[in-house]
């Protein structure tokens, strides 16, 4: 048995335990103040920046995120033209 840790694994662990806490965020405008706004927000009550992020695309050959409307990934070079993203994936019972 291997007792080699690979700490990029470790890390992405951390932080899906960590999110899995999360039940409040702050608005992350910078002109706002808000804060402990509910995690199941869309945007913040206050000055309604989204809390959901900008709309991304996958890149079919490397699987890196890339700005939705990029023409091509900025890892691999694939052509990303004509992809359509989302601001969050949605997940459905099993």
């Known amino acids: ?10 890390v992405a662990h951390g932080a899906a335990v960590e999110a899995g806490l999360l039940d409040t965020l702050d608005c992350p405008a910078v002109t706002c103040t808000t804060e402990r706004i509910p995690a199941t927000a869309d945007a913040c009550p206050d000055c ?7 709309p991304t695309v ?3 050959g490397c699987h890196v995120p890339a700005p939705e ?3 091509g990934c900025a890892v691999c070079a694939a052509d990303l033209s004509g992809l359509h993203g989302s601001t969050a994936p949605e ?4």
């Open 91 to 94: 997940c459905s019972p099993s």
């Open 1 to 10: 048995m291997s007792h080699v840790v690979d700490p990029m694994l470790a």
């Open 69 to 71: 409307g990029s023409a």
């Open 58 to 60: 996958d890149c079919p």
């Open 48 to 54: 309604a920046t989204s809390l959901l992020g900008a």
